[in-house]
């Protein structure tokens, strides 16, 4: 018992107890790299490597080459410049040459330490300054045995900020500390991979492979361990979600819902607007297989925007209905939220089903009558936001939770809906952006995924264009010719936190401008700053054409439906995302009229910029695009990923490693067929771990 307590406990000791560390750089590296532990600086991994192999002679180095490494003696310093624009220039010789080295920042320390006749190794990139062969901010290391031991051969390059830096945790600050806790942990690093699995799989013990990480010995090395290292990181994910998965199949039971009765029969007779496409009526099905299986449901409904979701999720609360049971919807905003209940209320017509709207502004005296009415069970459908969580509004029997959108809600709210009836309700996720299915197939591998992949017939595509914004004029005639046909516009800006005050700047000029191009038509503003009251107004008025133009920030992102408005156009579109350019053009293309998407840029644009117009003009298929947003991007910053924890990788990366990703899948499986819940001898370590991680991260591959 002691023991392992031990060991542990070396683990999660505060960094400030590592030799080096001490309290300033301790709060340096909590606050800047977020280590609080030597685990943490065990996991805080290099993002590349250089080789320094060889030491070059002064006479050989150009300003061509990349980074290099030379080694002699400063033969002069010299400080100029007034205080804040000082630099300082050394000479530096070997026998075969000298070179200048130099600094703008960080003067004072680094000339503090530095002294003449001491030979050091000086790395950095040369280059040439006013004429000079100059290397700028090179570390430097005094030529000592252990100092040439440290530096030869593959250099880690961790990642560092200027503060950090002052308090000298450069890279090679920072490896220097990893080189330290190393030797310390020489015996606390366990194997976390069953031997077995280690021959079979040749893979690199792991004590060895976090040692090259930090510190290969060559580059073969190198690649193993971070194969070992992506490897583990990838199998216990796969088998954790996949264990999940059945275990939640055998031990979560759920509401009946045996019959389909009056509700879904009437309103299929004689309320549907309109056939339901096939991929409609599959997933209905599919839906309603589930929630009569007697296991509760907790199911992902995918479908691009447009592809007509409300009518899918009106029809499972209909059939929630016809078995006694009430439903809610929770959607991300007011404006969502009211926008849903304004559908369902369309939808449903004269039909005698009790639909009521709950919100952060629906009045207290309201409120009282919903919360009664959703305890004795009158109340059958309740539309709501965040306002639903809240612990008074209590269910008589809630028995479906329909969530839009769900990359806005984060997993504990979602638990919190739970509490609220006897068995856990069925839960339908749906969401318009959809999940790259590699990432899908990763992250859900335990939820049950729905598609509807067929739009609604009789929609024209959306006609995509980039246009840089010198045609800024040409862009406007062309709108004025679409209003005049009696269409509406969106015009939207771009609004990113950190810059609001400029940004509302942005969008305030844009809406003037537009005022005075267009003189005849009525122009409305709206972004997320506004009053909601005064937003839900602007947004009332343009869906009932009084407002021709509507300039917003992404604030209508999601869901907000005018099926008039047939051109939208984005200013500074390298500013979004690729999935949330797609979003909103499905603001367009929702009725019988040609539609246009027309993305504005400047002539200066990144290549990541370019990549992501040129998929936007090139496909209307959210699932291609989607899938160039995880290719871009990288899946850490998907929707959905960041509160949900599931990424939280450190090594792997499930854009670039699908062939692991695979492999493990694969094998991970393999092992529960054979051995359930891991209980045989040779899964032990396993199952040890995915207790550990369990402790660790909670259980978050749930959605409900
Ligand atoms: P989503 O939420 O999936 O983006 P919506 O549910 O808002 O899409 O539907 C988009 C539009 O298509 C709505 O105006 C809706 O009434 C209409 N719609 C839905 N299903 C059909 C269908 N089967 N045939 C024709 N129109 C449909
Ligand atoms: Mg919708």
Redesign the pocket.
């Known amino acids: 018992m002691a023991l392992v307590t031990k060991s542990t406990t070396l683990l999660e000791s505060p960094i400030e107890y590592l030799k080096g560390v001490g309290s300033l750089r301790a709060d340096a590296l909590k606050k800047e790299l977020n280590i609080h532990t030597f685990k943490d600086l065990l996991y805080f991994y290099p993002f590349r490597y250089v080789d320094r192999t060889r030491i070059y002679k002064i006479k050989e180095v150009n300003a061509e080459m990349p980074f290099i490494q030379i080694c002699g003696k400063i033969t002069h310093v010299e400080i100029t410049g007034p205080k804040r624009q000082q630099r300082m220039m050394v000479d530096f010789a070997d026998d075969t040459g000298r070179i200048e080295l130099i600094w703008f920042q960080g003067i004072t320390w680094v000339s503090k330490n530095l002294r003449p006749n001491v030979e050091y190794i000086v790395f950095g990139k040369p280059s040439v300054f006013r004429g000079i062969l100059t290397i700028s901010h090179p570390s430097m290391e005094e030529m000592t045995p252990e100092n040439l031991e440290m530096v030869k051969g593959l250099q880690p390059v961790y990642s560092s900020t200027e503060t950090l830096k002052s308090k000298s945790l450069d890279s090679t600050g920072i490896m220097k500390l990893e080189r330290t806790l190393l030797s310390k942990l020489e015996d606390e690093i366990k194997e976390t991979m069953p031997t077995y699995m280690l021959e079979k799989l040749r893979l690199m013990p792991r004590k060895e492979a976090l040692k090259n990480i930090h510190l290969p010995s060559s580059i073969e090395k190198l690649n193993q361990a971070r194969f070992r290292l992506k490897f583990e990181e990838l199998f216990y994910m796969q088998l954790r979600l996949l264990r999940n998965k059945s275990e939640r199949e055998v031990t979560i039971k759920g509401f009946v819902f045996s019959k389909v009765d009056k509700y879904v029969n009437d309103f299929y007779r004689s309320y549907l ?5 096939k991929a ?1 009526k599959r997933v209905i099905r599919e839906i309603r297989t589930d929630m009569g299986s007697g296991k509760q449901m907790n199911r992902l409904l995918q ?9 899918v999720a009106l029809l499972c609360m209909l059939i929630a209905l016809d078995n006694g049971f009430q439903c809610c919807m929770m959607a991300p905003t007011e404006i969502l939220a009211t926008q849903h209940f304004a ?1 369902l209320k369309e939808f449903v017509k004269d039909m005698p089903v009790n639909v009521k709207l709950i919100t952060g502004s629906t009045k207290e005296s309201e409120r009282k009558i919903l919360h009664e009415e959703l305890e004795n069970g009158t109340l059958q459908i309740i539309v709501g936001t965040h306002a639903l969580i809240e612990d008074r509004v209590k269910f008589k029997n809630l028995g479906l939770v329909v969530i839009d959108e769900q990359h806005r809600f984060g997993v504990n709210q979602r638990a919190r809906l739970w509490a609220k009836s006897e068995l856990p309700p069925h839960i339908l996720v ?1 969401t ?1 952006t959809p999940i790259p299915r590699t990432l899908a197939m990763t992250l859900y591998c335990d939820l049950d995924v729905s598609v ?1 992949d067929e739009m ?3 929609r024209i595509p959306i006609k995509t264009m980039h246009k840089f914004d010198t045609k800024r004029s040409e862009v406007f005639s062309f709108i004025k010719k679409e209003l005049e046909k009696g269409r509406q516009a969106y015009v939207i800006y771009p609004f990113i936190e950190e810059s609001e005050n400029s940004d509302i700047e942005n969008l305030i000029h844009g809406y003037e401008e537009i005022q005075k191009a267009f003189p005849g038509n009525t122009i409305g503003m709206m972004h997320g700053r506004m009053k909601f009251a005064d937003r839900e107004k602007t947004m009332k008025a343009f869906a009932a054409n009084q407002i021709q133009i509507l300039v917003a920030t992404t604030v209508i992102e999601v ?1 907000v ?1 005018v ?1 008039n408005a047939s051109i939208i156009l984005i200013e500074s579109a390298q500013k979004f995302g690729l999935s949330q350019l797609h979003q909103l053009r ?1 603001r367009v293309g ?1 009725s019988v009229h040609q539609s246009y998407c027309i993305l504005m840029t400047p002539h200066e644009r990144g290549a990541d910029a370019r990549a992501r117009i040129n998929s936007m003009v090139a496909t209307n298929d959210g699932f291609e695009i989607s899938e160039e947003d995880l290719r871009l991007r990288g899946p850490g910053d998907m929707m959905g990923t960041q509160q949900s924890g599931i990424l939280d990788l450190k090594i792997a990366n499930l854009a670039k490693d699908s062939t692991i990703l695979r492999q493990v899948r694969i094998i991970a499986s393999e092992i529960l067929n054979e051995d359930k819940n891991l209980g045989l001898e040779k899964h032990r370590l396993l199952a040890e771990q995915l207790k550990q991680m369990d402790k660790e991260r909670g259980d978050w591959s749930r959605i409900s």
């Open positions: 607007p309109f056939p339901l496409t409609q479908g691009d925007v447009g592809s007509g979701k409300t009518l559908t749906m318009a509807i609604p017939p009789g869901g439906n099926p499905g929702r």
